[in-house]
Structures are given as C-alpha cells and as structure tokens.
C-alpha cells in the first residue's frame, strides 16, 4: 500500500476552471514532487519541495503553481489548462541522506487529469 | 548529466517462466542509486527493487533479482516465475546521491501470458 495518497484520482475540468491536485505523506519525508506522465512515457519531474521551499520549477508554465502548506502536505493549484494538459500527475516523497532508504522516493497512484 | 537507457520497448514470457529486463545507464558520479519501479494498468509507480552503486552485492527482493555490473553500468532486472500479475510497464531509473532528481529510462512494457 501507498503511503503517498492523492486526491482526487480522477479530475476532469474545463480550460477556464480553477482545481487543484492534492496529496499528503506521512512518512516524515522532507522532500515532495509533483510529475507529469503521459501515455507509454515515463515520468517527468515538475515541481520539488525540499523542507517546505521550492527547489526545483523544471520551467513548468504558470499555469500550473505548486504550493507546501507543511512538511506532509502538497498542493498542484490549476488555472487556464490546456486539453495537451491532460496526463497523469504523479505525486512523490523521499528523503536524502547516504543510504539508499533514504535516496528512495516514493510515489501515490496518482490524479488523472483530462482538461476539456 | 546522466542517462539511462532501455532498449527493450516490449518483452513477453510466459507465466512461471524466468525473464530478464536490461538497463544501461551512465554518470560520472560514484555515489548514486539505482532502481526498478513497475506501473501496472492501474498506473500506480511501485519500487520494485533498488541497489546502492558502492556496494558490490546485488540486491534481491523475492522473484526479483539484478544482475548489477557496476563497470559496465549495466543493471538488469530478472524476474523468476513469472505471474500474470507481473505484467506492467517497468522503469530503470538513477538516483545521484543526495540530488533531488531521479532520472528514467523509456520504460519496458512486459506482459506475461498465461
């Protein structure tokens, strides 16, 4: 079982609507991240929280604007999407450190978002 | 910048028969990790196995083994006694130490037939 959930699982939303993805971890993971997958692709890294401050904006358009209320807590906020939007939004957590427990990230199932 | 390369896109075996999923990868760190996740239809990305680059032993987890050539940076994935359950799309994926970034191979999509 994940210990990453996500909420919602599906999401279907017109191109003027506001939404937002959410998840939450309570692994005491200090790292969060959102990615973007599409069909038969691997994923790709959007957004990265380290200690509750963005580290890494992998130059996601604005459209898309991530916010970490808290350590387990992390919000994909979502405006003016476009219909190639549409992916699955993969969210993650990990922590660093030197061993490979700590180096693993891990993933929730996911949001399936279709913009229309 | 490192890279991570699956050139199997599609594999199948048949259920309770043994198969091997390769990855080759290059960096030009010493500390990283390396990993195998599956997602099956359902889409969840699951680890399957994972494998700290200083050590010399391969890691196993169950039906799952790598064959982890460190030289060659090869990092194969064996999967023995297939189940239908198995069947998936499976991600090679590096990890330098202490970076935020995980990096993926294209995928190999397995299907076990029955």
């Known amino acids: 079982d994940t210990e990453v959930t996500q909420t919602p699982k599906h999401l279907v939303m017109g191109m003027t609507n506001k939404k937002s993805l959410k998840c939450e971890q309570h692994?005491?993971?200090?790292?969060m991240y959102w990615y973007k997958q599409k069909a038969k692709k691997p994923p790709e890294l959007m957004f990265v929280?380290?200690?509750?401050?963005?580290?890494i904006n992998e130059s996601v358009p604005s459209r898309f604007s991530p916010e970490c209320p808290n350590s387990s807590l992390l919000n994909l906020h979502l405006h003016a999407l476009q219909p190639e939007d549409s992916a699955l939004y993969l969210c993650?957590?990990?922590?660093?450190?030197?061993?490979?427990?700590?180096?693993?990230?891990?993933f929730g199932e996911g949001s399936w978002l279709t913009v229309v | 910048a490192q890279t991570v390369t699956q050139s199997q896109p599609e594999m199948s075996v048949q259920e309770a028969e043994t198969v091997t999923l390769s990855c080759t990868y290059d960096?030009?760190?010493?500390?990283?990790?390396l990993f195998w996740y599956k997602q099956p239809p359902s889409r969840q990305m699951i680890l399957v196995i994972r494998?700290?680059?200083?050590?010399?032993q391969n890691a196993t987890e169950n039906r799952f083994s790598v064959n982890f050539q460190k030289a060659a940076k090869s990092f194969s994935l064996k999967i023995s006694d297939s189940q239908l359950g198995d069947t998936a799309m499976y991600f090679c994926?590096?990890?330098?130490?202490?970076?935020?970034?995980?990096?993926f191979g294209k995928g190999t999509k397995l299907t076990v037939n029955p």
């Open positions: 692994m005491g993971h200090r790292a």
């Open positions: 993650a957590s990990s922590n660093t450190g030197t061993n490979s427990l700590r180096n693993t990230i891990y």
């Open positions: 494998q700290e680059a200083y050590k010399q």
């Open positions: 994926a590096l990890r330098r130490g202490g970076s935020e970034k995980l990096v």
């Open positions: 929280y380290s200690y509750e401050k963005l580290s």
């Open positions: 960096t030009s760190e010493n500390n990283y990790y």
